[in-house]
Every structure is written in structure tokens, then in C-alpha cells.
């Protein structure tokens, strides 16, 4: 009987097998490439389908709390519009906070920017305002009716979450094309 057979199968076995090497350059290609594929992927969802941020002020008290973590989708948005009464995030449309301190300039804050850019941290830029829709294009606001309730279109709106009173400053207003009204629910820190 003849082990010429065995010795051929074991001597192909060690040439199809990878060296040490072979295999940890393989190792590395892999894992490379399943980061990369799931740092591109959080890019893509924070993009298009929905970005976390930190509620940035006390105008949402005591439904949101200075630094809560929110997430907001972009796609209901960009599908359905904004409805009355709904949360919206948007950034300052200018003047309404004060300009952001200068950025640093150090390997932290580059790494936090980085982390931010692609999905893994909240935005944090200072710039993002956390309200609540009252009115729509072509609506109707005034404060306040005789109860002290902001009314849209002739009508009262009943806002369980408010805090504090509404009435603090009388208005009359309609709303731009292409625009929203928004106020905080802590109507004495709506800023």
C-alpha cells in the first residue's frame, strides 16, 4: 500500500492554506472594509433619513430638557411636510442666537466634528433650534384669545404641554409663503 496519496493531499493542503502573513493582511482588508461600509452607511442614513441632535436651550421645558438627545427624521419630512403642533429641528435662519464661538482648533474637537459628520454624535453646533410648529403658510396666528390661547385661523389651540402663559406678548400675524411659526411650550423662555 502506498502513502504517496496522503503525502500528495498534505502537500496541497499547505499550499492552498494562506501563510500567517497572508492571513492577517486578509484580516485587515476585511475589517477595513466592513468599517468603511458601516461609516458610509451612517453618513448615508444621517443624510437622508434622520440625525440626532441636542436640544440646545430651556424653550422646549419641561417636554425637552436642556441637552436631551433627540432623533428627527428627515424622510416623514420631506414626504409628508410639517404638520401643525409637530417638533421641528432647523438651524438659526440668523440672528435668532448668538454667533458660535470660534471653533477649536484641536485634535478632539476635529475627532468630535468627524464623529458628528457622520451620524455617530449629535449635532452640537449651536445653531440647531428645537420648537414646536404653530403655524403654516398662509395660517393666521394671534395672541391670544380670551382664555390666552394662541389661535390659528379663528381657533383656540389647546396645548396641554405649554409652559407658563402664552399671553406674555401680543401678536397678529400671517404666516409667509414658504414659512412656519414656531414657539417653544416654555412660551416665558421661547427664545
Known amino acids: 500500500m502506498s ?43 444621517r443624510a437622508f433619513l ?30 409628508a411636510g410639517v404638520s401643525r403642533g409637530e417638533v421641528v429641528v432647523f438651524q438659526d435662519p440668523g440672528g435668532w442666537l ?24 449629535p449635532s452640537d453646533t449651536g445653531q440647531d433650534l428645537v420648537k414646536r410648529a404653530i403655524g403654516l403658510s398662509g395660517d393666521r396666528v394671534v395672541c391670544c384669545d380670551a382664555q390666552g390661547r394662541i389661535e390659528v385661523n379663528g381657533v383656540g389651540l389647546d396645548e396641554p404641554y405649554v409652559k407658563g402663559r402664552t399671553d406674555q406678548v401680543a401678536f397678529d400675524i400671517v404666516v409667509p409663503p414658504q414659512s412656519m411659526f414656531v414657539l417653544g411650550d416654555n412660551r416665558g423662555d421661547s427664545r
Open 3 to 45: 502513502t504517496g496519496g496522503v503525502d500528495t493531499l498534505r502537500t496541497r493542503r499547505r499550499h492552498l492554506r494562506p501563510s500567517r502573513g497572508e492571513g492577517v493582511r486578509r484580516g485587515l482588508r476585511e475589517t477595513t472594509f466592513i468599517i468603511v461600509s458601516a461609516l458610509v452607511l451612517s453618513a448615508l442614513v
Open 50 to 79: 434622520v440625525q440626532a441632535f441636542y436640544v440646545p436651550s430651556a424653550s422646549m421645558e419641561d417636554t425637552l430638557m436642556v441637552s436631551d438627545r433627540i432623533i428627527a427624521s428627515k424622510i416623514t419630512t420631506r414626504i
Open 98 to 121: 448668538p454667533d458660535p464661538p470660534p471653533a477649536a482648533d484641536s485634535l478632539r474637537s476635529k475627532a468630535r466634528s468627524a464623529l458628528t459628520f457622520i451620524g455617530l454624535l
